[in-house]
């Protein structure tokens, strides 16, 4: 069965590195565009960052760009996302998820399979 295990999530100070990791199987991943996404205590969840098919095309939301960096091994099924200059305002669960609509289409509803989070807290 499909299956996106999130890992890498933990508590850091602000300033601070992580890089969350994303293994999938289950699925043809080199088929699929794949995301991450994040949700904060009380807010809806928001479009982080993706990363097309073979890892050419990466796009990322304005209020990470510069600070994160998404990449994928499509041999080893994964997809990672290295998070610096971390701030309390990244505070959230973050998802990965993978999708086989258009790279550039951002939106939640174009993604299939989801994963079930890793908690990454930033503390000031």
């Known amino acids: 069965q499909v299956q996106l295990a999130e890992s890498g999530g933990r508590a850091v100070q602000t300033g601070g590195s992580l890089r969350l990791s994303c293994k999938a199987s289950g699925f043809t991943f080199d088929n699929y565009k794949m995301g991450w996404f994040r949700q904060a205590p009380g807010k809806e969840r928001e479009y982080v960052s993706s990363i097309g098919r073979y890892g050419a095309i990466t796009y990322y939301a304005d209020s990470v760009k510069g600070r994160f960096t998404i990449s994928r091994d499509n041999v080893k099924n994964m997809v990672y996302l290295q998070m610096s200059t971390l701030k309390p305002e990244d505070t959230a669960i973050y998802y990965c998820?993978?999708?086989?609509?258009?790279?550039?289409?951002?939106?939640?509803?174009?993604?299939?399979?989801w994963g079930q989070g890793t908690q990454v807290t930033v503390s000031s």
């Open positions: 998820a993978g999708g086989q609509g258009a790279v550039w289409k951002v939106e939640s509803d174009t993604y299939e399979y």
